[in-house]
């Protein structure tokens, strides 16, 4: 059986490294409520995130943590019969910033923020429970920066990124497979015939590194410009599969899957016909695997223009190289491999926020932003729901004491409608598909931020 082991862990691992649309963008709950706006001037710690040369104008060392919590939800049908609804459930982004003035003009500042993930939850009895049935993508940066003011209008920085990454996946390989087969003993029909379950669990941690600049053409404006590099990741993780073999395949000592075959042992004759035919052969069986993912590279743009003293505006334009994610590669003992093809797009994400004192200790804060969608339609999963997203964000932040702030934020995700073929391969290794619509996506986001000052 080493071979369907090997052949089922390709698999597993192909459902649970990528997904429609797995940026995460939720750095700040001031950041969230102003879709993001920060990247020319964020003015606090936030900066090691938005653009790390802003922090070469803070004068005094400064520390900012918050969390987001997000749940997103829709509406899903499977060849226009509707399933219960995908509901993930709330996940939480928590973050970390802290900025510290150097001499000659420099600044120290390190962030712990998240920048790519996903998950999805289906019904156990869902009818595409053999593409995904539970997928979750954890990803962590650690993100230290070294700034320079080389100019009263000009600031510049480097940093590295440190990525770790951990993915799990449930699936039910072939689910809603009916086996009927015709022997001497007449017709014998087996239902989910292979009751297997399986999950796959790893990690990893990679490097990248992200340059930034600041110019102030003017004192009341600031623009900004941000290069975030690709990371390459090499994930190592252990595949489990559990369940059994239903009774009526005995006898067949090469049932043929998708990668392969399972050779049955003939420790038990097929039952003859009125006796029990759900004589089971258990499978629990385990192994190790890799699969090397490449994270995109982006640029992000964006001004920060103050109006007046107490009103501001902002604006962003991110571009992510989706389609540097030409396949992801799978290599697994025994010298099996497989290479997925994605076939995505490259995106533009475009946000702008706007920003009101309306006392000396309270703030305003209302933004939108519009997020594209890189999946391709010909290559999906539904680990993740496809289509673009429009966000409106509004929050509020409280000037506690001179040197405290908090800050709170809540945005709304509406998801357009999509539809899809998902393509995947039944028993016999051959091609089948499903069309999969999903509808009334949304997702709600809350955040909260503290900030101090030194």
């Not at 150097?102 to 920048?115: K, Q, V």
């Not at 540097?324 to 491999?337: D, E, L, Q």
Request: hydrophobic letters at 35%.
């Amino acid at each position: 059986m080493k071979k369907v082991v090997f052949t089922a862990l390709v698999a597993t691992i192909a459902s649970a490294s990528f997904g429609a649309g797995f940026g995460i963008y939720e750095a700040s709950a001031r950041g969230n409520a102003l879709g993001g706006a920060l990247v020319g001037a964020a003015g606090d710690a936030t900066a090691n995130y938005y653009n790390p040369a802003d922090i070469a104008n803070a004068t005094n060392i400064q520390l900012t943590a918050g969390v987001t919590f997000i749940n997103p939800y829709c509406d899903v049908e499977v060849n226009h019969k509707s399933q219960d609804r995908m509901n993930s459930g709330w996940f939480t982004v928590p973050t970390f910033y802290a900025t510290i003035p150097l001499p000659f003009d420099f600044a120290f500042g390190w962030g712990n923020y998240t920048e790519f993930g996903l998950g999805s939850r289906y019904a156990g009895d869902w009818d595409l429970a053999a593409d995904t049935q539970k997928t979750t993508m954890r990803q962590v940066t650690l993100n230290p920066n070294l700034a320079y003011k080389a100019t009263d209008w000009w600031n510049v920085s480097v940093g590295l990124r440190g990525s770790w990454i951990q993915f799990i996946n449930h699936k039910h390989p072939y689910a809603g497979t009916d086996l009927v087969r015709e022997t001497d003993f007449g017709t014998l029909t087996a239902h989910d015939p292979f009751n297997i379950r399986t999950k796959l669990k790893g990690d990893d941690w990679g490097m990248g590194w992200n340059v930034g600049t600041q110019v102030k053409p003017f004192d009341n404006l600031k623009l900004g410009l941000v290069y975030r590099s690709q990371i390459k990741h090499k994930i190592k993780g252990r595949f489990d599969m559990n369940g059994n073999v239903d009774g009526n395949l005995e006898g067949m000592l090469n049932v043929p899957t998708p990668y392969g075959v399972i050779p049955m042992p003939a420790s038990q004759a097929l039952p003859m016909v009125g006796q029990d035919p759900h004589i089971h052969q258990d499978m629990r069986l385990h192994g190790r695997a890799s699969a090397k993912l490449r994270l995109p590279d982006s640029i992000s743009f964006g001004a920060n223009w103050d109006v007046t003293d107490r009103f501001r505006v902002g604006s962003v334009v991110t571009y992510t190289r989706w389609s540097s994610v030409k396949n992801i590669n799978f290599h697994i003992p025994g010298g099996y491999g497989y290479k997925l093809p994605l076939h995505w797009k490259d995106t533009y994400r475009v946000g702008i926020g706007l920003e009101y004192d309306v006392l000396d200790w309270l703030t305003t804060r209302v933004g939108y932003t519009f997020d594209e969608d890189p999946t391709s339609k010909s290559h999906s999963t539904t680990m993740l729901p496809c289509g673009d997203r429009h966000i409106i964000g509004a929050g509020l932040g409280f000037k506690i004491t001179e040197n405290l702030r908090f800050d709170v934020s809540y945005s709304f995700i509406r998801m357009n409608n999509t539809h899809y073929w998902v393509h995947y391969k039944n028993y016999q290794g051959e091609s089948e598909k499903k069309y999969v619509s999903y509808h009334n996506g949304y997702s709600h986001l809350v955040g909260a931020s503290l900030s101090y000052s030194f």
